[in-house]
């Protein structure tokens, strides 16, 4: 499927460049993200973890001057959350949480589609905007977690989970503007908008329970700040 939408699109670029003389432009850029994560009903994500993360990624870039195919590896992670904000977790649910530890949460895949970069509002001068969509597959990693709680027909309760991961799907809509250039360099600024979904099992084992199979559903709809570099390859 995405073959089917990537290749046309790689032809009819082609095809608009040769009829206007402008020749396939290439360039890579490199970013970083800090991003706030939102919160929905009924997400084990944002249950468990921090709302602010951070990432890396790159793009690489074809096409005409204004209309280009990206594709983008990216990296995006979450520490988990504290013991002060897990035991007013477990107190909603009436244990007694006294011990807990936690990791880092993360994504990581390749996103691709299409980069569009505006016209300029006064030639050779910044800023120039530019707006991108793009779909691609993902993997979402949870790590393993310890907690000892107390409830009320149970003491000294030890719950654990292993780590675990499980493939995806993201979508992401990115708004930015390259705002100063420095030789062969171009240096931008721009927000994204990044939907991630992921169904994740993992095995759960406790002193008072045979271990079982459960599953983390993963729904992340991140806010990014993002700034990076942009370099031309000839």
């Known amino acids: 499927m995405k073959k089917c939408i990537i290749l ?16 396939f432009s290439q360039c890579l850029r490199a970013g970083a993200q800090l991003g706030y994560t939102l919160t929905q009903q009924e997400n084990t994500f944002s249950d468990l973890s921090n709302a602010t993360g951070f990432g890396v ?10 209309l280009k195919f990206v594709a983008s590896p990216y990296i995006f992670l979450w520490q988990g959350k504290s013991l002060t904000d897990m035991k007013a977790y477990y107190k ?11 990791g880092t949460y993360y994504t990581s895949g390749v996103l691709m589609g299409l980069h569009y970069t505006f016209k300029r509002a006064v030639p050779d001068k910044f800023p120039v905007f530019y707006t991108a969509v793009q779909y691609g597959f993902v993997s979402a990693n949870l790590p393993a977690t310890e907690a000892q709680y107390d409830e009320v027909a149970q003491e000294g309760v030890v719950q654990r989970t292993d780590a675990a991961k499980g493939l995806g799907t993201a979508l992401q809509l990115s708004l930015g503007a390259e705002v100063l250039k420095a030789g062969n360099t171009t240096y ?12 994740i099992p993992y095995l759960a084992t406790s002193n008072v329970n045979t271990p ?10 991140t806010i990014q700040l993002q700034i990076g570099a942009t370099f031309s390859i000839e």
């Open 8 to 23: 046309p699109a790689l032809i009819s670029m082609y095809a608009l460049t040769a009829q206007t003389g402008v020749p």
């Open 57 to 66: 990624g790159m793009d690489y870039c074809i096409g005409g001057k204004h």
């Open 92 to 102: 909603e649910r009436d244990f007694t949480l006294n011990s807990y530890n936690s």
């Open 188 to 199: 931008y600024a721009g927000l994204n908008f990044r939907r991630e979904a992921a169904d």
């Open 212 to 221: 079982a199979t459960q599953l983390f559903l993963w729904r992340t709809q």
